[in-house]
């Protein structure tokens, strides 16, 4: 059903996220119900980068947990039919620690294993990776909103 690679055209499809809040680059491994592995290519042109420390680029923080979160809501919604049209929230995030500064040109590998799922709600272990090295990792708990 999801031929990988996944490219950004597939994940539209299954987010309703869109440019330039678009985290997700490529999936490249996705275990339904279980994983997934996605790239983010960090670029000197992102939006955030003109007034997050100008003098010396940095990702914000909060913009690599979007990243790992837009991965568990591809995750999640692939692997759940009942799921799709809702819209994926962030309701939490737990244990959350930054390891080191991400910069342009770096290409994030993101990771995300499912921990509990229900219905309507989930939690997923993360972590962001930088040439094989952890740049940020925790927990995060999502909610599905039913689109109306």
Known sequence: M????MGVDKIKEILP???PFLM???????????RAVAIKNVTANESYFLGHYPQRS???????????????????IA????????TPLLGGAD?????RPVVPGDQLRLEVEVLKKRKLLARAEVRALVDGC??????????????E
């Open 2 to 5: 999801f031929e990988l690679p």
């Open 17 to 19: 996220h869109r440019f």
């Open 24 to 34: 997700v680059d490529r999936v490249i491994e996705l275990e339904l119900g279980k």
């Open 58 to 76: 940095i990702m914000p923080g909060v913009m690599i947990l979007e990243a790992l979160a837009q991965l568990a809501g591809i995750l999640l």
């Open 79 to 86: 692997d759940d039919p009942s799921v799709r049209g809702a």
């Open 95 to 99: 244990n959350v620690r930054f390891r």
């Open 134 to 147: 952890v740049v940020a990792e925790g927990e995060l708990t999502f909610a599905f909103a039913p689109n």
